[in-house]
């Protein structure tokens, strides 16, 4: 059995204008008309051409009129817009420098041991040899 082929009619029109605006997807829109998505294209490019627009546009109305306001929903439609319409973004900035960010020295001070004394009036200690490995 062949399909009938659609005939679009003032009332889907103005339907697939006022979803598309909304922002409901095309195969939504399609199923509440009842067609395939690409007979939606085909038949209703301009009602999804301009519904898309008009929505758009109320969002930057309104997204203008915050943005040019007073209080803290003006200052983030601000940014919003800034981003967005004037090509501004956020950067974060991390400066390498190679050198150690902090330097830690942990010094244990206890009793003294007398072996320990001992061994530091030793002769030997006085020769290169002797020296511990960080050459101190």
Do not use: C
Not at 33 to 39: A, E, R, S
């Amino acid at each position: 059995m062949a399909r009938t082929s659609h005939k679009p009619d003032e009332a889907s029109r103005r339907q697939v204008e006022a979803l598309a605006g909304y922002g409901v997807p095309e195969t939504g829109i399609a199923d509440m008309v009842g067609i395939d998505p690409k007979t939606l294209r085909k038949h209703y490019r301009h009602e999804l051409r301009i519904g898309h627009t008009k929505a758009n546009s109320a969002v930057a109305q309104s997204l203008f009129r915050k943005a040019t306001g007073e209080g803290q929903q003006s200052v983030t439609a601000a940014i919003f817009w800034a981003k967005t319409r004037m090509g501004w973004k956020e950067t974060i900035v991390n400066e390498h420098s190679g050198e150690p960010i902090q330097t830690i020295s942990r010094v244990i001070i206890g009793p003294p041991d007398p072996e320990r004394l001992k061994a530091l009036d030793s002769p030997a200690l006085d020769r290169p040899a002797a020296r511990n490995r960080n050459g101190a």
